[in-house]
């Protein structure tokens, strides 16, 4: 009789080989490897009222208590403003340190892994809300989410802030007052919101190249569709007839929009989901690899070393 232990990314299997050649192996499962540790998932949670279900908006003073806040690296599965009339603090959004100062905007789509640092004088507004709050019921609603969504930090002017403070404020009153239709006021002032917001970062970059509307618009699209489905889907043909372009097409958008192509942008964001992994979990790297549909961890290791100059490991180990 002879035994063997074949190692797998869940655990082992052992196989049972009697030495008779008429005989038929015999495999056993040994989940002997420790549990998938995954990235901390914050939830929205409900309430006093059936909206808060999908959207609340607190004080920031209400949710720091006069306390300082300090928040290790998650995501949530929600949409999460945070707007600063006051701040100071630190704000790191998938890696990339921001300035948390006075009249700050921070926007986080569902996903995303943040850590935040907030001071207890910080003063504005907080909020969160899920997608099916805030549906795009026709195509200018989804547009105007995605570009509303599509930059992670914006700095004001006072002036312009003080425009979005009203908007919030007024937010802030229909929630609280719950009058008749207060849901519908709420997204109609989500709409203006975001309708600000947008403005204001083109203002203060109209200097720049003017971008195609139609071209934006795609690729943000095609934005989205990675943060859901990088894992299963890695091909430039299948995101281009998820979006109805062709190859050809979608790379044209890229280049022209980011100056990117888009097989580099698929493996941008598997580096950024891999990066997610190897600092809020403890995760082996084969099970990251695994995690992000990679059957060869050689192969996903030499791939995470030529866009970052480092291995998982090492990588892990500088931020440790």
């Known amino acids: 009789m002879l035994t063997k232990l074949k190692k797998t990314h869940v655990g082992f299997v052992m196989i049972v080989v009697d030495r008779d050649p008429k ?37 920031v003073q209400e949710v720091l208590g006069g306390k300082d806040m300090i928040q290790e690296l998650h995501r949530h599965d929600f949409f999460f403003v945070l707007a600063l009339e006051k701040g100071s603090g630190a704000h790191e ?18 996903g995303q892994v943040h850590q935040l640092t907030l001071k207890a004088k910080s003063t504005g507004y907080l909020i969160e809300f899920k997608t099916d709050f805030y549906f795009p019921r026709d195509k200018i609603s989804g547009q105007l989410l995605r570009k509303a969504s599509h930059k992670n930090y914006c700095q004001l002017e006072a002036t312009q802030f003080k425009k979005l403070l009203s908007i919030l404020n007024s937010i802030f009153q229909e929630y609280k007052n719950q009058q008749e239709n207060y849901q519908e006021v709420i997204k109609a002032n989500l709409s203006v919101f975001f309708i600000e917001l947008v403005r204001n970062r083109q203002n203060r970059t109209s200097s720049a190249k003017p971008v195609n509307a139609y071209a934006q618009e795609r690729l943000e699209e095609f934005l989205e569709f990675l943060e859901t489905t990088i894992a299963e889907h890695k091909e430039v043909s299948y995101y281009a007839d998820k979006l109805n372009l062709s190859a050809y097409q979608l790379n044209a958008i890229t280049k022209a929009t980011l100056g990117k192509t888009s097989s580099a942008l698929i493996d941008e964001h598997i580096i950024l989901e891999a990066k ?12 990251i690899a695994y995690h992000l549909g990679y059957e060869d961890v050689s192969y996903f290791i030499r791939l995470f070393k030529k866009h970052t100059g480092h291995s998982p490991e090492v990588f892990r180990g500088n931020f440790q």
């Open 276 to 287: 997610r992994y190897l600092l809020a979990t403890t995760d082996q790297v084969s099970q």
């Open 93 to 110: 959004i998938d890696f990339t340190p921001n300035k948390v100062d006075n009249h700050a905007v921070f926007f986080l789509r569902p």
């Open 23 to 59: 005989s038929v192996p015999i495999c056993l499962f040994l989940n002997v490897s420790t549990p998938k540790e995954k990235i901390p998932i914050r939830f929205l949670h409900a309430k006093e009222s059936s909206v808060s279900e999908n959207f609340q908006i607190r004080s």
